[in-house]
């Protein structure tokens, strides 16, 4: 075994020699090189941020306040709204799609919160939101355009959830935006970009999420928002596009076999196509790609026709079921018999005047009038032009006549543009008809005239039946507009240009001029028109289970026609018989009816059921019934149904279907009225009445009065087309109970027809019955049972809370109760109320309701100023009007009732606004002082003589209400029973007093002097007045301030010192029995403080006469005087020396 040898290691060197880096590897770290390096990581918990989680949030108002004062948006991974618009430019289509769920998703969660917090939230973030998802509509990607599009329904949908902004005015200035961006998507390379621009636009001008035919369509629709009130003013840049890429769709292509008989499915088999085993066809592959193709275009070519429609529909401003169908030119030189709702003033409807001006009575004491302003009215052609609603101009200015030097000079600038629209509208509705074209080929033409077709193609024909309505009325906007600058069109139609003859599109760029233009419009019009005739009725290819949606197509193709046709643009006075007037009267007499099971079982959310389509065939009953307008300057009236037999015989069926004889007690013959009572049929009138249908009949109606009520008793007038009239509107009031006010505008315009015939009646007419004519005897038998009829106008609608309940057994009283006036605006109160005073001799019941309402008025302005504003009621200025109106008709009814009005409509015998007040204080005895001052201002003035006929049967009452005072309990406090009794007897001395001054300024002398009994009882109420005061002195701080006594003393005085200086005896009896009550010591300090405060008031007194003076001349009032002045001064030596120094002043001028 060898030895081992033990090696020592080397010494260390001082400095170690440097490793080499080798060839492809890194160079080792240093020795004192230090590790920088780090990791991390990352725990993500969805919804646990501190404002996001709900669990966590606090329902009441902090965590609301918190969340306004945010105004941002936030995801539920608590990602925000400038976080997720940066991914929307990211060049990865996943990308952008996840950052537009981010924000579909903050904006959804809005939901949760407040509905106007959550819109406050998304109003201050659109300006940032709405130019990043418009940059989205134009996206290359399919899945980013859709949900852009879904992105702004949801913006639509919480802008629309809160009441306060449903109107979507706060988009309204972003529209221009809005529409640029869709202009541009409709206008791209791409099919399907453009496609979805299509449903931009309808979104755009539906103000909807998902618009449907059935919104279009419906009548809840017909009132347009802000935005798409904003987004007419550009839809001239939006039309074209529109119409190309209606263009481009084809509607030919739909679905061959949907709906048809399997007869004809089965004889349209191919012989060699191969069948299941079942016996049905083995549909191939490429006939299942085929079906989702033809599927998929059907789909699409619906929603352009859709966007189109509304499009069409939003730039239109009027309203159809208020406006009617304004086809022709107004004519200006008519006075509107329609009022507006919205006119400023004190005035209302009374007699005078013809049925096409409407007379006003101005009201004296008018609020806010300039004196700048009046002017002297000498008669109703004075009284200023009435603003008309729908067109915003004066419904008597006339038409100014342009000169031809005017004509000549307008810009040729003025010409392009009105060819240019016209042109537009001349190819939209060729392009129309082009379509209308494709989906008659897929129907069957039947022997007779008419069209067979399923009922998947109804509603693409339906919706272009409704754009070339929508189409006409757009190019009759222009009409109007171009017809301002070509007052008069000199055309002749039967030249017509070479290359015009064949029609269509290539046609219209070769015209010279404007006329050249209408003259085209016009032939287009009269090719879709004949088109529409030779498929008039739609009708189904054999029994269809659906015949109502038939009944629909075939209402709307009736109003496209009576649209189409009833107005001519160059009418010559010559007018023909349209072919298509006695094929629609023929349609529409026979279903013109009103079947009551329809409007019970269905609402007016199914767009096809039969009130719907009643409603349309109305509005073309409409258009057959009413004159048209011409342009040749004379009076004649033209008429689309021009057989006088047919509009007669239409008008009856349209008058048994909705205005049949109702029953009225208060009639002593019955020419317009049934004999009998019907509970049946008035139940059904107001079930029709609150449909669409039941409004258009209205409508209708009040069209008829306006058009023919200033010729009713004209010779030339029918008979019996008159009384059929006045038929019709003695139904009108059943119409207006039942809609209890939930329709303020066609209230008023019923109100105004109904005005503009009453306003014929002469009431106090001598002729006898016998010597009247059928239509004179028709108008007096509506006007007796109008004033039955419109009771229920002011009667509490039931079902409401009562207006009061017995005094014992009510806790608190309830003013809740409501008319259907009282729901109305002030100027259809008017209406109403002015209606009631022409027809004169109210009724008990109306003068009692009415009486109820002027007391409920003064209640709400006192509870209201109280801070309850829970109570709908009239105003005061309309109760003082109600009062007025009624005073004007006192010499038509009995005095009790009128009487009775005054009294109750006061309100002083319950006094229920200070029962409900929770405060009561000394002040609440002059809340009635206004009620007080017109109560004792029409009892005086109401006859001759006041004091002697009217006193009289005011005495029970007024002996209720003088002993009031005396049965308030000694120390009682300000509570409610004692303030009622104080202010009825506080009432009762000042209607005395009333009378007593009136008797003064017209005789000089008091002859209402009162017996000894009434005379107590007044002398008793005065002095409880003042006991009752000082027992409030004594409590409280209220009368520590002397200016505030001496206010007090001053209103509680006031009618008092009228009494003491005109009635014989009555101050001496005063101060005797002031001087008795300080001697026998039976009353406090604070009485004898307030009598003395009161006597040195009274002998202070200078209005109306200084009472001092009747002192002088009297010895015995001095002496009294002197005595009361030392029995005070017992008791309080200071004040009783200041009276007995008054006293003693006055005794010594007279020596």
Not at 781 to 788: P, Q, S, V
Request: proline share 4%; hydrophobic share 35%.
């Amino acid at each position: 075994m060898a030895p081992t040898t033990n090696k020592s290691k080397p010494p260390a060197r001082d400095f170690a020699k440097r490793p080499r880096a080798k060839v492809g590897k890194r160079a080792p770290a240093k020795v004192n090189a230090t590790d920088t390096s780090f990791k991390t990581a990352t725990v993500a918990v969805r919804s646990q941020g501190q404002s996001l989680d709900k669990g966590k949030q606090q329902p009441g108002k902090d965590a609301t306040l918190s969340s306004a004062k945010r105004m941002e948006l936030f995801s539920s991974r608590g990602n925000t709204l400038a976080t997720l618009q940066m991914s929307l430019r990211h060049h990865a289509a996943p990308v952008r799609a996840s950052g537009l769920k981010g924000i579909r998703d903050a904006v959804q969660s809005l939901s949760s919160l407040d509905a106007a917090i959550g819109v406050a939230i998304l109003e201050a973030n659109l300006p940032s939101l709405l130019p990043h998802l418009c940059r989205c509509w134009l996206d290359e990607d399919d899945d980013v355009r859709s949900l852009a599009l879904n992105l702004y329904g949801d913006i639509l949908k919480c802008l629309s959830s809160s009441h306060e902004s449903v109107d979507l005015k706060s988009l309204a200035p972003f529209v221009p935006f809005l529409c640029a961006y869709a202009s541009s998507a409709l206008n791209s390379l791409d099919r399907s970009i453009r496609i979805d621009g299509s449903s931009i636009v309808s979104m755009l001008a539906s103000a909807v999420q998902s618009p449907s035919f059935s919104q279009l369509m419906s009548s809840s629709s017909s009132k347009t928002s802000a935005m798409s009130r904003e987004l007419s003013h550009h839809v001239d840049t939006l039309l074209p596009s529109m119409e190309r890429l209606l263009t481009s769709v084809s509607l030919g292509r739909r679905a061959s076999n949907s709906g048809r008989s399997s007869e004809s499915q089965k004889s349209s088999t191919p012989a060699g196509q191969k069948r299941s085993r079942s016996g049905k066809n083995a549909p191939s592959a490429q006939t299942k790609a085929s079906s989702k193709r033809e599927s998929r275009e059907s789909t699409t070519a619906q929603s352009i026709l859709l966007s189109l429609a509304f499009l069409l529909r939003a730039s239109i401003t009027s309203n159809d079921d208020l406006s009617g169908i304004n086809h022709m030119i107004r004519d200006k030189t008519q006075r509107d018999l329609l009022p507006s709702l919205h006119v400023s003033g004190e005035c209302s409807y009374l007699k005078g005047g013809s049925a096409q001006s409407n007379s006003l009575l101005l009201i004296r004491d008018m609020k806010g009038s300039r004196a700048g302003d009046e002017t002297r009215i000498h008669s109703i052609r004075d009284l200023p032009a009435i603003q008309d609603e729908v067109s915003g101009s004066s419904t008597n200015v006339l038409v100014e006549d342009i000169s031809t030097e005017e004509l000549s000079s307008m810009p040729k600038e003025k010409d392009a543009e009105s060819m240019e629209k016209v042109q537009q509208m001349t190819s939209l509705l060729e392009t129309l008809r082009g379509k209308f074209v494709e989906i008659v080929h897929i129907g069957k033409k039947t022997d007779a005239s008419g069209l067979m077709t399923s009922l998947n193609d109804l509603e693409a024909m339906d919706v272009l039946v409704e754009i070339i309505r929508l189409a006409h009325s757009r190019f009759l906007s222009y009409y109007q507009t171009i017809s301002k600058h070509h007052q008069r069109i000199d055309v002749d139609t039967n030249t017509s240009h070479k290359k015009r003859e064949k029609g269509g599109k290539k046609s219209t760029k070769d015209l010279q001029n404007v006329q050249e233009c209408l003259v085209a419009y016009q032939a287009s019009v009269n090719r879709v028109l004949q088109l529409l005739l030779e498929n008039f009725p739609v009708k189904s290819f054999g029994e269809t289970t659906n015949p109502e949606r038939y009944e629909f197509s075939n209402a709307c193709m009736c109003s496209a026609l009576a649209e189409l046709g009833g107005g001519v643009l160059f009418d010559d006075g010559k007018r023909k018989a349209s072919p298509w007037v006695n094929t629609v009267f023929s349609y529409v007499l026979p279903r013109l009816t009103c079947d009551e099971d329809s409007y019970e079982s269905k609402t007016e959310d199914d767009s096809y059921s039969e009130s719907v389509s009643t409603n349309i065939l109305l509005k073309v009953v409409m258009k057959l019934l009413l004159p048209l307008g011409n342009n040749c300057g004379d009076n004649t009236k033209s008429y689309l149904l021009s057989n006088t037999t047919k509009r007669q015989e239409i008008l009856e069926a349209f008058a048994k279907a909705f205005f049949p004889r109702i029953y009225c007690p208060s009639v002593p013959q019955h020419v317009i009225y049934a004999t009998s009572s019907n509970v049946e049929l008035e139940r059904k009138i107001k079930n029709v009445a609150n449909t669409a249908a039941g409004r258009t009949a209205c409508i209708l109606v009040t069209k008829l009065v306006a058009q023919s009520a200033d010729s009713l008793f004209n010779d030339s007038t029918d008979t019996e087309y008159a009384t059929l009239l006045l038929q019709l509107i003695s139904v009108l009031p059943t119409y207006l109970v039942a809609w209890e006010g939930k329709y303020p505008v066609e209230t008023g315009l019923v109100l105004a027809s109904i005005l503009s015939v009453v306003r014929q009646w002469n009431a106090s007419g001598n002729v006898s019955g016998e010597s009247k004519k059928p239509v004179a005897l028709a108008l007096e038998e509506l006007c007796l049972g109008l004033r039955y009829s419109l009771e229920a106008l002011y009667t509490p609608i039931e079902g409401s809370p009562e207006v009061q309940q017995p005094r014992k057994k009510r806790k608190k009283a309830s003013i809740k109760q409501s008319c259907i006036v009282e729901g109305l605006p002030e100027q259809v109160q008017k209406l109403a109320i002015g209606l009631t005073g022409l027809l004169q001799s109210p009724t008990d019941v109306t003068a009692k309701q009415m009486s109820r309402i002027c007391s409920k008025a003064l209640t709400s302005q006192i509870v209201t100023t109280d801070g309850d504003q829970d109570y709908e009621a009239v105003s005061q200025d309309m109760a003082n009007y109600i009062r007025e109106v009624m005073h004007l008709s006192r010499r038509t009814m009995p005095m009790p009732t009128y009487l009775s009005f005054l009294l109750d409509g006061s309100g002083i015998e319950l006094t229920t606004g200070i029962s409900l007040l929770q405060k009561q204080s000394p002040d609440n005895l002059f809340l009635y002082d206004s009620a007080i001052d017109q109560l004792s201002r029409f009892l005086t003035t109401c006859c001759d003589k006041a004091s002697q006929k009217v006193l009289p049967m005011l005495r029970p009452i007024l002996e209720k209400w003088l002993s009031s005072p005396t049965k308030i309990k000694e120390k009682e406090g300000a509570s409610h029973d004692t303030m009622r009794l104080l202010v009825q007897g506080r009432a009762a001395i000042s209607i005395l007093s009333a009378f007593t001054w009136d008797d003064v300024l017209s005789y000089n002398s008091a002859d209402n002097d009162l017996d000894d009994k009434l005379d107590q009882l007044l002398l008793n109420s005065i002095l409880s007045l003042c006991e009752v005061s000082g027992n409030f002195w004594s409590r409280g701080t209220y009368f520590d301030d002397t200016e505030s006594q001496q206010l007090y003393l001053t209103k509680l005085l006031g009618p008092v010192v009228v009494l003491l200086r005109y009635h014989k005896g009555m101050l001496k009896q005063f101060l005797d029995a002031v001087a008795k009550k300080v001697a026998d010591q039976s009353i406090s300090e604070n009485v004898v403080e307030i009598y003395m405060k009161a006597i040195l008031m009274i002998l202070k007194s200078k209005d109306p006469l200084l009472i001092s003076s009747m002192i002088q001349r009297s010895d015995s009032l001095q002496k009294v005087l002197l005595s009361v002045a030392k029995s005070i001064e017992t008791v309080l030596p200071h004040l009783g020396g200041k009276l007995q120094h008054h006293v003693k002043t006055i005794c010594s001028s007279n020596q």
